[in-house]
């Protein structure tokens, strides 16, 4: 599988700032995503980042609030804009390989605290 | 919206026991993943399943696709303290698609 890391592992910032999370693929993958972990809880998909385009949003995320680029095949950025003590949570990228496969692996996910 | 749940929530067993746990659904899923995960850390993939009735080993571990579709079990064998962590099961919501919704967790506690 692919090796998936993520900058910065943990952060702490303050309500009203922005803040810009990194991931990057050893190798090329078809598909990347970005989840939402709140603590003590489950996963939830924010989008599916696209290359080259727009990113696609799932209900109750926003692009205004969280501004997705991937501008290639190995590399893709989540923003977290105007963030506020709800935006606590961890975000964690995934990849899915390619063609033929569901799997999903993920990043080591970048823990936020928001003040 | 559409759910999956996790049971037990959590749960505490001795070394060398055997442990199951299961995801249900209203929903009919194409594929289940398997993951665990520690503290501080991405959930790692334990196991994929594509078909259903498919049951599949990694090691300790067994997963099973339920034959309506609608649930998947992971059992583990002689548990061990390093089996510790977060269980989710992720189910697959259409064909062909690449998203899931992720179920509640299942949190493992295992006392030497």
């Known amino acids: 599988s692919a090796v998936i890391s993520q900058k910065p592992s943990r952060d702490i910032c303050q309500r009203g700032t922005s803040l810009t999370i990194q991931c990057q693929v050893d190798s090329q993958v078809t598909m990347m995503f970005w989840y939402r972990q709140q603590p003590g809880q489950s996963l939830t998909l924010i989008a599916t980042a696209n290359q080259g385009s727009e990113a696609t949003y799932e209900s109750g995320f926003v692009i205004d609030k969280f501004p997705i680029s991937r501008p290639n095949l190995t590399f893709s950025t989540l923003t977290v804009s105007n963030m506020s003590p709800e935006d606590s949570s961890i975000y964690l990228c995934?990849?899915?390989?390619?063609?033929?496969?569901?799997?999903?692996?993920f990043g080591p996910g970048t823990r936020l605290t928001v003040t | 919206g559409q759910q999956l749940n996790q049971s037990p929530q959590s749960m505490f067993i001795q070394e060398g026991e055997d442990v199951s746990m299961n995801c249900t659904s209203s929903s009919i899923f194409n594929t289940w993943l398997w993951y665990k995960q520690d503290p501080g850390e991405g959930p790692v993939l334990l196991i994929a399943l594509y078909k259903a009735g498919e049951l599949t080993s990694n090691g300790r571990l067994t997963a099973q696709f339920g034959i309506t579709r609608k649930d998947s079990f992971l059992n583990i064998s002689a548990s061990i303290p390093s089996d510790v962590g977060i269980y989710f099961c992720?189910?697959?919501?259409?064909?062909?698609?690449?998203?899931?919704?992720f179920g509640t967790g299942t949190r493992l506690k295992v006392l030497a």
């Open positions: 992720a189910g697959q919501l259409i064909s062909g698609t690449y998203k899931y919704i």
């Open positions: 995934s990849v899915s390989a390619g063609i033929g496969t569901y799997e999903q692996y």
